[in-house]
C-alpha cells in the first residue's frame, strides 16, 4: 500500500477565492490522480498528473478552474479557483501502486464554500 | 464506455446477520475490479480485489467478493456483519487509457447500516 497525506484535511472558505490542496506520498509514485467527491454522491476524477508532464484533465473539469503541480514523484497540489458554494466538496488524492493497476487513497479534504 | 452498478444506495441490516452488496459493470475488454469503503469522515480503504486468477476474493474485515464474468458481476458479502462495518462501500472498475495508466470508474455507493 502507500501512505498518503493531505492538508489541509478541512476548511471553509468565502467564495472567489482560491484554496491549494497538498497530496504527500511516503514513496515515490508514477501517477498521481485528484478526485472530487460531492455531498453524498460517488468519486469522479477531475485529473491525473505524471511528473514532468502537464496533468490530464476528465470531461468537464478545466485546467483554469483547477490546476495541478506535480513537481516531484511524492508530491502534487490541486487548486480549486474562484470557488462558489458548488465547490463544496471532500478532494481526494490518489495513487496507483503495485503493477500500477489498484489505487490507494488520502484521506481527503473537506471544503466548505461560503 | 465502462460503467458500474451499485443496484442498491441503501442496505439496513442487523448486527450478526450475512449480508451482500451487488454491483455490475459494463465492459467489453478484461476488467479489473475493486471495492473500497468509506468510514465516517475519512478516506477510501481499499478492501479487496480482482485482478485475474481465482474469481473468489477476500479482503480484509472477513469481506469478500465473487467475479461472475457471465454476469458481469462483483458481489460483496460478509457472513456476519458488526455494527463498526457501518460505512459507505463503493465497487470500482478499472479502465485502460489512452495514456497508458489504469483509471477508476465509481459506482454511486451503497450506505451499510448495521443495526443492533
Known amino acids: 500500500s502507500a501512505v498518503i497525506s493531505q492538508k489541509p484535511s478541512r476548511d471553509i472558505c468565502q467564495r472567489g477565492t482560491s484554496l491549494t490542496i497538498q497530496c504527500q506520498v511516503d514513496s515515490q509514485v508514477t501517477m498521481m490522480f485528484w478526485y472530487r467527491q460531492q455531498p453524498g454522491q460517488s468519486l469522479t476524477l477531475i485529473a491525473t498528473a505524471n511528473q514532468g508532464s502537464e496533468a490530464t484533465y476528465e470531461s468537464g473539469f478545466v485546467i483554469d478552474k483547477f490546476p495541478i503541480s506535480r513537481p516531484n514523484l511524492t508530491f502534487s497540489t490541486l487548486t480549486v479557483s474562484n470557488m462558489s458554494p458548488e465547490d463544496s466538496s471532500i478532494y481526494l488524492c490518489?495513487?496507483?501502486?503495485?503493477?500500477?493497476?489498484?489505487?490507494?487513497f488520502g484521506p481527503g479534504t473537506r471544503l466548505l464554500v461560503l | 464506455a465502462q460503467s458500474v452498478t451499485q443496484l442498491d444506495s441503501q442496505v439496513p441490516v442487523f448486527e450478526e446477520a450475512p449480508v451482500e452488496l451487488r454491483c455490475n459493470y459494463s465492459?467489453?475488454?478484461?476488467?479489473?475490479l475493486f471495492w473500497y469503503v468509506q468510514y465516517p469522515n475519512q478516506g477510501l480503504q481499499l478492501l479487496l480485489k480482482y485482478l485475474s486468477g481465482s474469481t473468489l476474493v477476500k479482503g480484509i474485515n472477513g469481506f469478500e467478493a465473487e467475479f461472475n464474468k457471465s454476469q458481469t458481476s462483483f458481489h460483496l458479502r460478509k457472513p456476519s456483519v458488526h455494527i463498526s462495518d457501518t460505512a459507505e462501500y463503493f465497487c470500482a472498475v478499472s479502465v485502460r487509457t489512452a495514456g497508458g495508466y489504469n483509471k477508476l470508474i465509481f459506482g454511486a455507493g451503497t450506505r451499510l447500516a448495521v443495526h443492533p
Open positions: 490518489s495513487v496507483d501502486r503495485q503493477g500500477r493497476e489498484t489505487q490507494y
Open positions: 465492459s467489453s475488454v478484461s476488467v479489473y
